[in-house]
Nanobody, 128 residues
Framework: QVQLVESGGGLVQAGGSLRLSCTSS????????IGWFRQPPGKERVFVAA????????KSADSVAGRFTISRGNGWNTVYLQMNHLTPEDTALYYC?????????????????????WGQGTQVTVSS
């Protein structure tokens, strides 16, 4: 198992940017497919972006495509979610999730049920 820690959330004005980080101190995230999800107040958790183990493939939700970018850090123990042109509709608790890929299938997953490890979340609030 891997313990995930999200950071980088905060309060930002509309049009601004934030970069979220997902890290693990116990194991390298290079062996895991990683996803970012978010849960707006009073709503269900939804998919935001995902990246495969090698970092060669990514997928983003239509609502964030062109504004958010998921990537792996050079040290391979961090996955980032760069968020630009933020709007109040992006306000949510953001979670990262991990799925082991020890067999090297090297794919990404947009379904929350595909992941078995979750962080505690980091709050992003966008003011108008």
């Amino acid at each position: 198992q891997v313990q995930l820690v999200e950071s980088g959330g905060g309060l930002v004005q509309a049009g601004g940017s934030l970069r979220l980080s997902c890290t693990s101190s116990q194991r390298t995230l290079s062996l895991y497919a990683i996803g970012w999800f978010r849960q707006p107040p009073g709503k269900e958790r939804v998919f935001v972006a995902a990246i495969n183990r090698s970092g060669s493939k990514t997928k983003s939700a239509d609502s964030v495509a062109g504004r958010f970018t998921i990537s792996r850090g050079n040290g391979w123990n961090t996955v980032y979610l760069q968020m630009n042109h933020l709007t109040p509709e992006d306000t949510a608790l953001y979670y990262c999730a991990a799925r082991p890929d020890f067999l090297g299938s090297d794919t990404y997953y947009s379904e929350a049920t595909a992941y078995n490890q979750w962080g505690q979340g980091t709050q992003v609030t966008v003011s108008s």
